[in-house]
């Protein structure tokens, strides 16, 4: 499909801790062999190396600087420095290479950018200042620069990855909390993003039709629009509403709503939307 490498967070907690202690946390994940599907295609060609986070997405406890973490001062570097390495090396006990993944942020993140680039630039650089005595060395990086390293060096050391089949389901991040409720969360949404899609994409295909059969006959203007100016004003605002409707719609797939795990006045602007889509495909 396109992809080399991908990384996942949220698998069973239970299964996280046994991956953790078993050095399990990249692994090569085989895809299932589906009949008629994969015609052609030979045992492996769906391997996908797959990275799990360590701890969720977010930037190591007591290293974000937008909640309060103290700010990074010549007073302070030191004890901070030797905190964050600390914190890497207990993480890094999970990987079976050198190289490790630390994502910092989380949702809603980065609203003071610059404060948070300071903070890290600084930390970095006593780290690095001093990475034989601190026993790490820290560089910004892509997730494609991050997978590189690591594939070099598996190779260099014949390392191996253990291979999975299956999936994570169903998922729960402790023991009294299981998502799996979101299968059929707020019914009604889910219904109405199914009519939406199907309404939307039955008024794009007429708007396609018309424009090319007008076109076909010479004769760019709809019936009862005779000045051409007029015409493509006319198209215009029909493909313009259509975009808007279809982005009201794609927006609905995003993971907390065809969930239905919003908020209730989140969920309320969805229907709003979609009711505006709707409209607009069958206006």
């Known amino acids: 499909i396109g992809f080399d490498a991908m990384v996942i967070n949220r698998i069973h907690h239970q299964k996280k801790t046994e991956f953790k202690a078993g050095k399990l946390m990249e692994f090569v994940w085989r895809g299932a062999n589906i009949e008629g599907i994969s015609a052609g295609s030979s045992e492996g060609d769906s391997d996908m190396f797959t990275h799990v986070l360590h701890t969720h997405y977010s930037a190591p406890k007591g290293f974000d600087w937008e909640e ?25 006990n999970a990987y079976r290479t050198p190289h490790l993944l630390v994502p910092f942020g989380d949702d809603f993140k980065f609203k003071n950018a610059p404060n948070q680039f300071q903070n890290m630039d600084a930390l970095m650089r006593h780290v690095n200042e001093n990475k034989d005595r601190l026993g790490i060395q820290l560089r910004y990086a892509t997730l494609s620069e991050y997978f590189k390293s ?24 402790n023991e009294d909390s299981y998502w799996t409720g979101y299968y059929t ?25 018309a424009r090319a059969s007008i076109h076909a006959n010479d004769n760019p203007a709809p019936p009862g629009l005779v000045d051409k100016k007029a015409a493509a004003a006319h198209w ?5 509403a259509l975009r ?3 982005r009201d719609a794609a927006i609905f797939s995003h993971h907390d709503a065809i969930t239905g795990t919003c908020r209730s006045h989140v969920a309320n602007d969805y229907v ?6 709707l409209n607009t495909a069958n206006g």
Request: proline fraction near 5%; avoid cysteine; charge should be positive.
């Open 68 to 92: 309060g973490s103290p700010q990074i001062s010549g007073g302070n570097v030191e004890q901070r420095a030797q905190a964050l390495a600390n914190e890497l090396k207990r993480r890094s």
């Open 236 to 240: 215009m605002q029909t493909f313009d």
């Open 150 to 173: 690591v594939q070099e060096h598996a190779a260099q050391n014949r390392l191996t990855f253990p291979l999975f089949m299956g999936d994570f389901f169903p998922y729960a991040d």
């Open 272 to 277: 709003s939307r979609m009711n505006n889509a």
């Open 244 to 246: 808007r409707g279809r």
């Open 185 to 209: 969360t707020r019914p009604f949404l889910k219904k109405l993003s199914r009519q939406v899609e199907a309404a939307m994409r039955g008024a794009e295909s007429l708007y396609a039709m």
